[in-house]
């Protein structure tokens, strides 16, 4: 019913920069909610952050001052800007959101993952 496909990710040299995209697409209401998670190999997936649906956002620390999550309401697309980027970024980013579908379902969903390797 609904699809989130990712894009951006790659390799970059660390202090570099990176821009992530999420769009939603189908039986879309309204998005109450998308954000970005992260899983590196042999650790638990993680929140990187969020926005809501009235604009508020929220981060993890390790990223506070570095990454800006953005939204475009029109084109229910999600943005993660990501600068100075470390070794420690490496990771897979999955795409989220919570969303009220035509049906008024209230749903979660995930992207299938975009890689981020931050390596000299």
């Known amino acids: 019913q609904v699809q989130l496909v990712e894009s951006g990710g790659g390799l970059v040299q660390p202090g570099g920069s990176l821009r992530l995209s999420c769009a939603a697409s189908?039986?879309?209401?309204?998005?109450?909610?998308m954000g970005w998670y992260r899983q590196a190999p042999g650790k638990q997936r993680e929140l990187v952050a969020r926005?809501?649906?009235?604009?508020?956002?929220s981060y993890a620390d390790s990223v506070k001052g570095r990454f800006t999550i953005s939204r475009d309401s029109a084109k229910n697309t999600v943005y993660l800007q990501m600068n100075d980027l470390k070794p420690e970024d490496t990771a897979v980013y999955f795409c989220?959101?919570?969303?009220?579908?035509?049906?008024?379902?209230?749903?979660?969903?995930w992207g299938q993952g975009t890689q981020v390797t931050v390596s000299s």
């Open positions: 989220n959101a919570y969303i009220t579908l035509l049906s008024r379902r209230f749903e979660e969903y």
């Open positions: 189908g039986s879309i209401f309204s998005i109450n909610l």
């Open positions: 926005i809501i649906s009235g604009g508020s956002t």
